[in-house]
């Protein structure tokens, strides 16, 4: 009898808690709506997702029958969205403790990377055989590192444009099987270029718990730096274009820090007869800060 008590009071708690609903949003101000519940000017409440993860803090301004004005005073809150109540305490410790307990996806994200970049390219070669010179296909690959750091401007609660300025490097090698490479005089080909690119993706974020999972589309321009290479002709080579398809997750810390994990896997756009295949994947792994 007493379990079933406890638990008639615990679901008239929570109903009782989740009663308010966002039906209306304009600037920075929001219309909630109550069914038999108590409410007065200055009271507080956390907004949920629908998730139940608290998105938003909003405190009423006016009062009308059961429907109330609140301004949004952190986060944003959406139409539909449910209310809890939010204890107030004059402790400046304890107002700071309740204004972190929920994590907010809606701040400007600066983010610094560290990034371990696996490249292939393919590239046709052929020596000096008279009359009839042995033509071949050589794959070059190699791993090097680089860095980036990146910009995350939230759009809504679920869509983000991210902004990346690089640093790379690409260094491959291969083995031909005669000598077509380093003016037809070796089987060692080889490739190393450093490059300073700009990236852009649109992100579309999942978010769950104090992580945002999230996939992006997008693209970059890489500058060279420095070029060096016995099996490429790269003499005319000033940049290099390709489509960027990435995946990541964010560990948010808090509402100052978090951690940024991604997969990149880039298209060139600079292939050519000569050159029929290039491909990048990335590694990154970072530390970031949110405004």
Known sequence: MKLKISF??????????FSGTVTMVKNNKILLDFKNEIVNVKDQFFILNAENKKV????????????AIAEVLKGTALYGQKTMPRPMSKSSESLMAAESEFIRFDLLQIGFHFKYISNSIAAKQQDTTIPFPNQETVTMTGGNFGMAI????????WLKTQSEINYEILDITGTA????????TSKNCTTKIT???????????????DSSFW?????AVKFLISKNSTALNIQGLTHSDSMTFATGVDFHLNNKNYLPVSLEYQYS???SVEVPEIRQINLVVGYGLKF
């Open 150 to 157: 990146s910009a995350d401007n939230a759009l809504s609660d």
């Open 195 to 209: 490059y300073l690119g700009l990236q852009g993706l649109i992100r579309y974020d999942f978010i769950a718990l």
């Open 8 to 17: 008639l009071f615990f679901i008239f708690i929570n109903s009782e808690a």
């Open 56 to 67: 938003a803090i909003v405190q009423v301004a006016i009062l009308k029958n059961e429907k």
């Open 215 to 219: 996939v992006g589309l997008g693209g």
């Open 269 to 271: 756009m600079n292939t």
């Open 177 to 184: 099987q005669f000598n077509s490479c380093d003016g037809k």
